[in-house]
């Protein structure tokens, strides 16, 4: 079985708790990753490094990148696949099954379980040896459940010594990991319950959308825009590319409580 790391901040003993339930009633094994806060990012704030991307990042960003970084290096220490999970990340009781399944597989360095109601440009075609995985051409959202393996995650290690930028974006903007999605997506996270027709296990609140983080206004520059609107054409461009082989598909996911 692939074992689970879940990325969780010291004061959401509520998400931890609930992430104990779900993963032992499972049969995942996993063990809890302590969040990096926003009080303990290294380098400074104002470094260079954070001003690279298409925005500004917020302090709480940076902290969920670092903290995503921190699980990329456990899956090298680790050396086999993990499962990354945020702590308010919703599991489909099939999970287990399909990590079973895939955890032989070789040439995927990178599989999504999540869904965010967004279209993704996944393959017309199936892996070959396992129907429920196609391969993602372009995401546009989502770190709260993935397989990592280790050639994945050094890859994307080595694209936030260059640039920095969200968690899911630097893994989205990674089109040189071999990326895949689960089909039909096992996970969604708590906010968007609402969205599928489901209630959410916790009433929780972001710390990016709904605290202190809301009220940061980062200046954009011209060269924060530019950088946005060549990540939109680097996008387009893949759309085209792939267009014989993946097509857009909205996924709805397949969350069957345990």
Sequence with gaps: MIKTLVLNVDAHTDRMAFQTEQLTTLGIPFSRLPAVTPTEIDPPTDADHWQNWERPLKDVEKAVLLTHCNAWQAVIAEDAPMLILEDDAWLSKTTPKFLKMVKQLTGVEHITLETRGRKKLIAKSAHPDCQNLHRLYQDRTGAAAYILWPNGAQKLLN????????????????????????????????????????????????????????????????????????????????????????????????????
């Design 159 to 258: 694209r936030t010594k260059h640039s920095a930028g969200l968690s899911d974006a630097v893994i989205c903007a990674a089109y040189d990991v071999s990326s895949w999605q689960a089909t039909p997506p096992l996970a969604i996270q708590f906010d968007m319950c609402a969205t599928y027709g489901l209630v959410a296990p916790l009433t929780t609140t972001s710390a990016i959308t709904d605290g202190p983080a809301a009220r940061e206004k980062p200046v954009k520059t011209a060269r924060h825009k530019w950088r946005r609107v060549k990540s939109q054409i680097r996008m387009g461009l893949r759309e085209v590319i792939k267009s014989g082989i993946a097509h857009k598909q909205y996924l709805q996911p397949d969350i069957q409580p345990w």
